[in-house]
């Protein structure tokens, strides 16, 4: 969804730029956000407008220069100062839809699109948001019943085609690839995701991780994901897993196979705070260790975690995540299957929107990995959006190891997203743990039919 949700901003930016470019009373304001300089061009727009107060042209110019700097509610209060003197303006309606839209307040921005529709039959701008809206609410099949009209009554329009062009491949299967190396392991996954039943979706995926010197995990998972709306969801996860060691392990606590069942469900608590609630159960079954006695042969118990998680849109340029959890499981050094420990959790993470070019996060993950060998994650990035469909990556990571040197990497990458078929990514990764460091390659790609 996140792909859907970048394709229509960048739509909905276009038309602003359009609506600015004809703010003749602001020129020089205008140009200053063209290159770039919103705060010297938002406070020349600001003066203009008070002291133009009953122009609707250049109240729209900055109502547009607003939302192109994520400044949304300050953006609506110029729109609806906008149907204060014209209450059948269309196209101020129709931005204070969209911006709804963009604020995760799906429902709303439903209600706004059609009053905007109501405003001006032939907006074919707002029929696409209303359109794009239900598509963000998983609610395809409405979705598609207005594209279609649209196409009916404007064969020849390009924004229709295009729109539902990129609507479809959201309805279509995805396939995709990961491959990544590093000091300490070699994961290699692939799978397929295929919607149906208008809010439904399957999954099918494989992945194998090599640890070097110990072994090779080989994990199946199934998915199926109900979408009840936009940021509300429930899946279910079943994730088969064995380990073939590369020696017989000499720990007691070394895992055979286990099946991993997960439920995750989102919603919203509001539209700007989605709560998320993730619990997984894992029957486990321990190596038959050679020469132990009869009762560590095979012994099995059942692991539990469980995680709650807040994820707030403070403003349209910044959001937090803070999860709290508990793991019960065995630990590494144990030498009994009752031996069972309880782990506090924590994650947290942000994200903040620098300017429209960069955004840099951040995120700190306690008991992160399956085999309960790190204490701790924290990965910091920066994205940086380059012309055209490009962006480039720095991911700094360093995971701290329970009993044993930490590992750092840095990392460089490019990511492309050329259509609404194909996300991509690529690049190298410098990773050092202890005397070890070397360079290791990362490659991501997501292909919609």
Do not use: C
């Not at 133009?52 to 609506?76: C, F, H, M």
């Not at 003197?85 to 604020?103: F, G, V």
């Not at 999954?203 to 072994?215: P, S």
């Not at 340029?317 to 959790?345: C, I, K, M, V």
């Amino acid at each position: 969804m996140s792909l859907l949700r970048s394709m229509l901003f960048t739509a909905f930016l276009t038309s602003l730029s359009i609506v600015a470019a004809f703010a003749a009373d602001a020129p020089e304001a205008q140009q200053l956000i063209e290159q770039g300089q919103f705060d010297k061009g938002l406070e020349l727009y600001k003066q203009l407008v008070e002291q133009n107060p009953s122009s609707i042209d250049l109240r729209l110019a900055y109502a547009s220069a607003l939302t192109r700097n994520r400044q949304w509610l300050e953006a609506q209060a110029q729109y609806r100062a906008v149907l204060e003197k014209d209450p059948n303006n269309s196209e101020a309606q129709r931005s204070i839809a969209t911006l709804y839209k963009w604020m995760g307040d799906t429902e709303t921005a439903i209600v706004e699109y059609e009053k905007a529709i109501a405003m001006n039959q032939k907006d074919l701008s707002a029929q696409l948001g209303l359109a794009s809206t239900h598509a963000m609410n998983h609610d395809f099949a409405a979705a598609n019943t207005i594209y279609k009209n649209l196409q009916q009554k404007n064969p020849n329009s390009d924004a229709v085609k295009d729109a539902y062009y990129d609507f479809k491949r959201l309805e279509s299967p995805r396939v995709f690839v990961f491959y990544e190396e590093g000091l300490s392991s070699k994961t290699t996954e692939y799978g397929i995701g295929v919607p149906f039943m208008n809010r439904q979706e399957l999954g099918v995926e494989h992945q194998d991780e090599v640890r070097t010197d110990i072994y090779t995990r080989t994990d199946n998972r199934f998915l199926l994901t109900h979408h009840f709306g936009f940021n509300h969801s429930l899946m279910y996860r079943y994730r088969g897993a064995e380990f073939d060691y590369d020696q017989t392990p000499g720990a007691y606590a070394a895992i055979d196979t286990f099946a991993e069942h997960r439920i995750d469900y989102t919603a919203p608590i509001t539209a700007m705070h989605i709560g998320r609630i993730i619990y997984n159960y894992r029957p486990t079954t321990l190596v038959d260790i050679a020469g132990s006695t009869s009762n560590q042969v095979g012994d099995e118990f059942d692991s539990h975690k469980i995680e709650v998680r807040v994820r707030s849109y403070w403003n349209p340029r910044f959001n937090t995540t803070l999860g709290y959890g508990w793991l019960r499981d065995l630990p590494e050094e144990a030498t009994d299957a009752s031996q069972l420990e309880t782990n506090n959790l924590i994650y947290l993470a942000a994200e903040s929107q620098i300017n429209p070019d960069l955004q840099i996060s951040g995120k700190y993950i306690t008991n992160p990995d399956l085999d309960n060998s790190i204490d701790a994650t924290l990965i910091l990035q920066g994205d940086i959006s380059l012309p055209s469909d490009k962006s480039l990556l720095v991911r700094f990571k360093t995971d701290d190891y329970k009993r044993s040197d930490d590992e750092t990497s840095l990392y460089g990458g490019v990511r492309i997203v050329p259509n609404a078929h194909l996300w991509s990514e690529f690049g190298l990764k410098y990773a050092s743990r202890g005397d070890d460091n070397d360079l290791f390659p990362l490659l991501s790609v997501v292909y919609r039919f």
